[in-house]
């Protein structure tokens, strides 16, 4: 038997599940003074590199949202679950103009191409400044935020995923009853799905053509993940279309590749995959 839950203020951390990251947003306010709290609505917006951006929901009277408006940046910090207390020290209501990582043992480092500092403990950074501020009414102040610099601590990057999952050591923020205890998931079990191809009586009308592609292309195009071909596949051909061409070849398709980020070793990935 299932039962309707009655939707109050807090729904999305109170009653309703939503693992989530943790991370600590630090600004500065127009006097250059530090601000960090702690921020969980936060998710990717455009998955493109070409301009990459994140959402982040705050409380329109936080003073990470009246910073950001007032200067423009912020830096997205993710906290490793050894961290989690230090973290909540930054969720205190601290005045206006108190550095709460000093209440902290984090450390603060300058930022790459923003001004307010990144924290040094924290594995993997997202550097931006603002795109668009959407003030919902009696709600959240939402910011999109464009991504200057994705960093993380160097020996991250090239480490296999699951290892690097492991050293990154990120919590699960399973939120929170009335504001006051705050759940989170760590060291959980990490399992792996496989995401394979629909059974074959499915696969007809996965990719139509609407014009023709010389065999390089169609071939590369066949070794793109099956749940984005399609998207793929629609926007290469307008590409072809508007640059005059009657076919899509590899050459057109990788221009449009490149101009989306998608660079030969974004494709590479894939056919690696395939072959092993
Ligand atoms: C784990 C955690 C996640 C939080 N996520 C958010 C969030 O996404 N949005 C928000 O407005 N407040 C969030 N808060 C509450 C703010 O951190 C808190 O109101 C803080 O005092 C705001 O500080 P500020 O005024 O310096 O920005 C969160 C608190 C915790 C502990």
Known sequence: MKKEAKI?????????LFPKLITIITTLDEQGRINAAPYSHIMQYDVMAKNPRLILGARQDSHTFTNIIATGEFVVNCVPAQHLDDMMETARFY????NELEQTNLTMIPSLHVKPPSIQECPQIAECTVD????????????????????????LIDMPREERIRAMNLPVGLGDESRMDYFHGVNYEITKHVLGEPPDAFKGGEVQLGMTWTDDALQTLMTIPPGVRKMVTEQTETFAREKGDDKVTLARFQELADEYGMSDEFFDRFRKKKAG
């Open 8 to 16: 109050k203020p807090f729904w999305y951390s109170d009653i309703w």
């Open 132 to 155: 668009e501020i959407i003030r919902l009414e009696k709600s959240s102040g939402i910011v999109i935020g464009k991504i200057k610099a994705l960093v993380f601590d160097e020996k």
């Open 95 to 98: 005045p206006e103009g108190v």
